[in-house]
């Protein structure tokens, strides 16, 4: 496989021999705090055209812990400022000799796109727009089994702003290729996906939320992306927590004593989670960021060995 643009085209075989290495990785360098020097000599260009904290900060830090030098694009100081196209910026990054290109960009296929004109780089998708954000599905899986939990076993529910998210795409994918075979979709109408559309997933929707949290294992909490809304879906604060909000009673109410809690992050701390559920037990978040360097490490590494 030369490029990561989507979670479709991941058969399980690939995914497990991923996960294999990502959990050598994390025992072997990162928990040790070991230097690797797998991708030594090698350079990884980082172009985020949106904001990141996570994913930008992991590709980083993976990069340079298997020896490659992470090239960091500021978008901002950049000649895409004076008219630059992202394909003129992916082919002179690719001219450089970068080995890597690591995209975000707000426009839905832009990975896609640069993979269409790099000559020599391999293109990783860092999220773009609606529509993928493959790594943060694999750190997502690699941390439910990590849980110890079993695919074929669990019941998924994605709760919030399904519509807009490029996460809930990239996981019902890998999900599906895994074995999961129950998902469950909760929030408000207007930031569901389509009928159709879950009904091509099999996801099915619950309006009420204590009724799709009793059944459970794994809550995944997405945020209202507000930056990809139209003016008519824009939210009321305290309304969004009232109806849909992840808040320290409904936890106690409705959620299973083992269940899960999963966000890809930014948090919207007491909008759609509250701090003590975020911080609570159940809660995986910060197991799900950890995991973003050893996934983004074996995937560098795979998409190198792979070609
Ligand atoms: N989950 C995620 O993509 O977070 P960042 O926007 O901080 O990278």
Redesign the pocket.
């Known amino acids: 496989m030369k490029h990561l643009l989507d979670t479709d085209s991941l058969t399980k075989d690939w995914t497990e021999r991923l996960f294999k290495k990502a959990a050598i990785f994390k025992k072997e360098i990162i928990l040790t705090h070991r230097q690797g020097e797998h991708l030594k000599g090698l350079h990884a260009g980082l172009l985020f055209f949106?904001?990141?904290?996570?994913?930008?900060a992991s590709f980083h830090m993976a990069a340079s812990m298997l020896g490659a030098d992470p090239v960091t694009v500021e978008v901002a100081f950049s000649s895409i400022q004076k008219g630059e196209s992202l394909e003129d910026t992916v082919m002179t990054l690719d001219a450089m000799g970068c080995h890597f290109l690591i995209i975000?960009h707000g426009e839905d296929q832009a990975a896609a796109a640069a993979a269409k004109v790099a000559r020599q780089a391999h293109v990783v998708n860092?999220?773009d727009g609606a529509h993928e954000?493959p790594t943060?599905a694999l750190l997502d899986a690699f941390t439910i089994l990590e849980k110890g939990k079993k695919f074929e076993d669990l019941t998924i529910l994605f709760l919030g702003d399904v519509l807009h998210s490029r996460?809930t795409n990239s996981n019902l994918s890998l999900l599906k290729t895994l074995g999961v075979r129950k998902i469950l979709a909760s929030g408000p109408a207007n930031l569901m996906m389509p009928e159709v559309e879950r009904s091509r997933h099999g996801i099915k929707y619950l309006a009420q939320l204590d009724d799709a949290l009793s059944q459970a294992d794994v809550i995944y909490v997405l945020r209202p992306q507000k930056e990809r809304h139209a003016e008519e879906a824009r939210i009321v604060m305290a309304q969004y927590r009232q109806s849909w909000g992840l808040t320290s009673e409904r936890v106690a109410k409705s959620v299973k004593k083992d269940a899960l809690i999963f966000h890809?992050?930014?948090m919207n701390i007491g909008l759609e989670i509250d701090r003590d559920i975020a911080d609570g037990p159940h809660s995986c978040v910060l197991d799900q960021v950890a995991n973003?360097l050893a996934i983004r490490m074996a995937v560098l590494d795979t998409l190198h060995q792979d070609c």
């Open positions: 949106e904001p990141s904290t996570r994913t930008k975000r860092a999220g954000h943060q996460v890809p992050g930014p973003g």
